[in-house]
């Protein structure tokens, strides 16, 4: 059974930084990818981040591009998150694209505000 949970979200002011962490689960050997979706509060959602498991090459959504980092060590999959402004405020979700189908958390909250 593939539980995938998120944490290190908080608050934090304009201009700091977060790192995010996520633990794969289930059959290692069938994930293709993991990434980060994050769900604003007005309910859109968008794709942030993905990082191939085998090649580790990495995809970022323009909005978050040069801001956050995407890296996997081992069975661990993280996102930090730096220069961050208040429209990065949302839920974030851990995803998990594998042969055995895609799974995702619950998602830490993620606010930034002064």
């Known amino acids: 059974q593939v539980q995938l949970v998120e944490s290190g979200g908080g608050s934090v002011q304009p201009g700091g930084s977060l790192r995010l962490s996520c633990a794969a689960s289930g059959n290692i050997d069938s994930i293709r990818a993991m990434g980060w979706y994050r769900q604003f509060p007005e309910g859109e959602r968008e794709s942030v981040a993905s990082?191939?498991?085998?090649?580790?090459v990495s995809s970022y959504a323009m909005s978050v591009k040069g801001r956050f980092t995407i890296s996997r060590d081992d069975a661990m999959v993280y996102l930090y998150m730096s220069s961050l402004k208040p429209e990065d405020t949302a839920v974030y979700h851990c995803?998990?694209?594998?042969?055995?189908?895609?799974?995702w958390g619950q998602g830490t909250q993620v606010t930034v505000s002064s």
């Open positions: 990082i191939r498991w085998s090649s580790g």
């Open positions: 995803t998990q694209d594998a042969e055995t189908g895609d799974y």
